[in-house]
Structures are given as structure tokens and as C-alpha cells.
């Protein structure tokens, strides 16, 4: 997820840290050869959720999987592909989503929410669709039953999950085995019974290794993944030669005879690195502190402490874990705002805001000064009102003139359009009849399985009046999704008028009284702060509470944001969930068959004592919002206490299978026998409870402990190795650059930093009466 619309900011921003990947095409690609792209990386890091998706529930594909095989081997391609660029050296590791923080599950758990009442939707449009073209005599495919319906089950714990795992272990086998680019290299499998999510247990392999004597400061790390956070956890790592693949946007897929009865399908897309270096250049120009704005004291300007505070102002404008402040929004110019704050302030600031090298201390929040951070925010603040009333005068404008178009309209929906109290409630109604779903959640394409095309029926009257189902399904939903066009909009806070900040906390907390508002206000921003310092740590250190989590669905304002200094916070180490709890704690009931019989009675259950967490309907808060999709989620926090001691005692009737899918384990690495590291594996005794330092000077430099895992030897078989991996704990990160590294030469310059125009300050144009 990561912050939104961060990336599309950052390529406007700073274009030259991007750059076009170029890709062998052919048949057969000997990935052993030099790399085409000029630079021989060391390490590819696969952030495997962001290839898992894709795969499972490919958008616009003609035939999309069926089975969990066509899935499997959608993935196989994938990462051929991703594999074929990078063509790492040394390792590759692969990272799926284990286990996650507790201040991850609330997002989840919107989420997996969400995504299952889309289907509800859509499913009931489409039963409308069909029995109306069957009045028309217009004949469709039937509804197609398979093992790819529910995404959800792209969750640690599910049997798909557990298969996925077994899937790339017999994939790794088979690449080292025929493919000469990975014969020379290891493979590490962070698998979903591995706590942490992906990006982060990678980031962890990262830091730990760069922290132990004899680790190469010029290491060229490559990381691909779909979430934006990966740029700020690669900027907190310091490695200078770190690169970021991702793709640039999906190709057409157009239909071919050959098509029709696959589902297994490499769709060719476009592909970009996101160099981290060329990036730091564009940051230590950009973020140039002004000259009336001098470092207090003796203090020198350090990169690496302006990467640091630039990483807390990004968190600050969205991440993961909290709710987003009201009136920073990316695409409004938050980042621009408080980079702009940052550098006219800095010496009013007393200086650098983060100090993430004294996170090692262990003294509390010395790492953050807290002090710094509250002037600095409060100083965001002043801009607030500004922010919203340009907000709204945006958010009027577009009601009239969708008001005006859809008045023009001879036909729409039956009815005319009319606008009302636009200066107070800023919404737009239908006179007559209102289209379907005026009161449904949020639906969205890229969530919704469509019925399956294919040429197996042998008419192609039938298919073409399927194709023609699911275009108009697809259409609807599109429609119903727009709260301004289906009349259903509300805008009760109306940010930009006056009284909007009390009207936030009576809608948000149903605070009446100044009181009210004040003891909101300090329990709020007692949390967040909280919740700030708490993602600080997870992005440098690892996870600093497996438990903690923001307990409330809204955050507070930025001028709101007083008295952070007396934040007091220590956060206990703890131990993370087990896979079949975390499903609990995050699926909606329509996805019970995700988790094991045992357990299923406690989500669907009228009896159950969970009952009321698992709500089939619940609020969706899209005050003013246009869309369903941009709406919160408010189902109630999942009660930890009640959920372990209900686990506790089913966790007992658990089949043998099912048990092996509850634990949490650790990596596993994998090597081929002819591997230098081979000789020290054959050496291991069979005691798996006995971990070895590995030997670096036949592991390429990385750093661990190994010791056989029983339960995969069986993968000897195929002529390969495999062991389990642990990291060695104990060691904090160095969040400055290595000595000896060998920094890049710089290539931009003053001319490429672009001038940046406040959001709030660029006149909202007028629209013209037009008769």
C-alpha cells in the first residue's frame, strides 16, 4: 500500500531517477549473460505480494486462472521475467507477506471487508443482468465455479498459501537445476509462515548485513514490488546502489485463437528502475536549506539527516498505519507544503527533526525531537484553512458543472439532475427515480471477477452476449461508484467553512462541547504520536510492538497536533500472531471457508460470542468524498483478548495439516550442490535446533545462521539443498553511509529542480456561464 499517489508525485518531481529498463525478448534468454541494462546487481529482492496479485486476478484478461495451478504458474512467469532483467549474481530473495503487526491488521481487515461486499455487489447485478437478458432471449455462458473466486485467501494461514509455498519450492528446484543464471546463486524463500510482511523482512536481510564487519558498501541491490513505501524503506536503508523495479503500466491484452483455452497468459509490460542514488542527488538540491534560514550553532548539513527527516515527512502525509491527518493530501501538495515548511524553518526548528542513530539507545524517544516535531507540524497547520477552503471551492465547482452536463443529457438515468445547497452541504440529488446501489458500498473493478469468456460453448452468439454482460456489469459498476453522479453525496464537516474543525469532532466523535473537542484533541494526538514514533522504529529497526495499534478510525489536524513532548512511550516487545489468528482477525465471514472447519462456526455463527465482529453490513464514511472507494470502513476493532482465548482451546481439534499451517517458522535457503556454500551444508549435523554461523567465505558475504530443516529434505531429491535461515539479531542499523563506499558520480544539477507552487496558493479559475 504505502503512501498514496507518492510515486506519481515522485516521477513529476525528479524524472531523471527514472529509467527505462531494457529487455531481451526471444525465446530462450541465457540470464547468466552481462546484463543489458549496464549494471550487474548483486542481490533481486522480490516483494512476492505484488507479483501474487496480478496473477491471481489479472485485469482485462480474456481468460483469467481458474485453478490455484494456473495461478502458480502464472507466478513462475512472472518472476522468469522480473529474473531475465535483474539477473542477480549473488542472491535472490523472495519475500511473501507473513504474519502482520497489529497496526497493520485494522487496514487489512478494511480491506478484506471491503473487497468481499464488493463482490456481494457486483454479484447481484450481475443475477439482474442475466435474468434481464434472458427476458430479452438473449442467451449467456453460465457462471463459472472455481478455486481463484475469493482473493482473500492471499492471506497466511489458507491452504492456498500453503500450496503457493510448496509451488516455489519445486520452482527453485527447477531453476537452479536448468537455468545457468541461477546455478551461482542463492535463493532465500521468506514464506507466509514467516512473520512480517514482505518489504519489511527484506528491508531487515538489508540492514543486518550491512551492520556486520566485512559487508560491501557497494553492494547493487534491486527490489521490485508495487508499493510505494519501498522507496522510503530503501532511502532508510543508506545503501547508496539500491534500485527499484516496478512497472510503468500494464500493455493491452488482445485476443488470439490460441488464447481461448489458457489461463496462463504473460502479459508484456513495460519496466523501470528507480534508481535510489539519482534520487538522493534530486533530494540534497531540493531540500537545500534556505540561506536565511542557516544551521543554528556549529551544526553542519548532513545528507543522510535530511533523508531521515524527508522519510518522517512522508510518513507524515500517509502510511500504513494511520489515519492521514485531514488536510494533507499528496496530490493537494502536501509533500511540496512541508518540504517548503522544512526549508524556510529549519533554524526556527532548532535543526534536524530525527536523530535515528540514537535509536540504539534505547532511551525512550531520544531518536525523535518531539519538540521540533510539534513546532514543525503546528507550523503545517497555519496552512489548514487555506488548504480546505481551496478544497471546497474545487469540490463546488466540479458539482455544477456535473450538474450542468448531466442536465444537458436528454436521457439520464430517467431523471434530471438538480443542485442543491451547494454552499452548505455541497451534494447534488435525483428528482426521480435513483439508480441501483444508491445505497451500497464501494465497488470497484479491479475486486470483482467477471464471468468467463470462452470459445468451449461453441456459439458464438452466446459468447458474444457474454462479452456483452460483462461490459455493461463493468459499466455499472463504474457508474454506481461515483457518489456525485448517483446523487448520494454528503459533505456534513464542509471543510473551507467556517466552524468546519467543531462540526469534524461532533460528526467524527460526537464531541458537543468545547470540552468534549479538547479531551478528544489530547487523547488523538497522544496516540498518534504514538503511532508516528512507532512507524519510525518499524521502518529503521523492525517491529518495535507486535501489538500496538491507533485505536481510532480518524486522526487529528495538524494544528491540532500540541504538547507532543509529553508523550511518554515505551513499546514492549511482543510476540506476533499465529496465521490462523491473524485470519480471524482480518477476514469477513463470506471468506470462512479460508479458514479450518474448526474455527468457521466463530465468524458465520448467529450463536458465536465473535458474532458482532464479523457485521455482513457495516458503515462506510464517504463524507465528502466523490467516490465509494475513497469512503472509511468503520467495523469494529478486532477485541485481541476474546479473539486468543476462543483459538486457544479450537487450536486442539486442528488436523495434523492444518496445525502445520498455524506455526510460524523461519526463511529457508536454497543452493545448488555445486555451490561453494554446498560443502559447509554437507557438513551440518542433522539437529535442527542447532544453528551454524554461515561461513562468508563461501556465501558471498552474507551473514546468518543456517541449520537443516526436516521438514524440506526431501527437496535433496531434486538435487538441490535447502536449509533454514535465520538472521542474526542484536545489531541496530547505521542509518548514514558505509566507509568505503563508492558514491556514483552526481549528474543533476540546480537546472533540474523544478520550481514548486503551493497547492493552496494556485487560483481555482472560474468556470464561464455558458447559455
Known sequence: MGVPAFYRWLIQKYPKALVEATEETGVSIDTASPNPNGIEFDHLYLDMNGIIHPCFHPEDHPCPPKTFEDVFNNIFLYIDHLFSIVRPRKLLYMAIDGVAPRAKMNQQRSRLFRTAKDREIAEAEEDRLRIQFKMDGKPVLPKHECEVEDSNVITPGTEFMYKLSEALRSYISSRIN???????????????NVPGEGEHKIMSF???QRRVAGYNPDTRHCIYGLDADLIMLALATHEVHFSILREIGQQPVHESSNMANTSVLWVKKPYQFLHIWIFREYLELDMKISDDSDPPGNLTIDLERIVDDFILMCLLVGNDFLPHMPSLEIHEGALDLLMAVYKKEFKNLGGYLVDMSRLAEDKGTGYVKLSRVEKFILLVGLYEERIFKKRSELRERQLKRLCNYANNQDDYNGGRIMEIGTKNSSCVFFSEKAPAFRDSAMVSEEN???????DDAGSSEIVGNTKELNEILKSNLRKHNDLYMKGSCTDKVRFG??????????????AESSMDIENWRRELVANYTKGILWVLVYYYSGVPSWTWFYPYHYAPFASDMKGLAQVRVRFEKDSPFKPFDQLLAVLPPRSAHAVPKVYQTLMTDEQSSMIDLYPSDFDIDTDGKRFQWQGLCKLPFIEVGRLLSETKELEKNLSEAESERNRNSIDQLYLGRTHKLASQIFSLRPNPNEM???DTSLSDGIVGFICLCNQYTNIEDHGILCVCFEMIGGFMHIPCLLPGVNVPDKTITESDIMDAQLWHEVQVNRPTNRN
Open 448 to 454: 470483482v471477477s467477471f464471468p468467463l469468456v470462452s
Open 178 to 192: 536448468n537455468d545457468p543464471g541461477w546455478k551461482d546463486i542463492k535463493v532465500i524463500l521468506s514464506d507466509a
Open 692 to 694: 551454524v554461523n554461515i
Open 206 to 208: 538489508v540492514r543486518q
Open 497 to 510: 467553512n467556517a466552524g468546519w474543525k467543531q462540526r469534524y469532532y461532533k460528526e467524527k466523535f460526537s
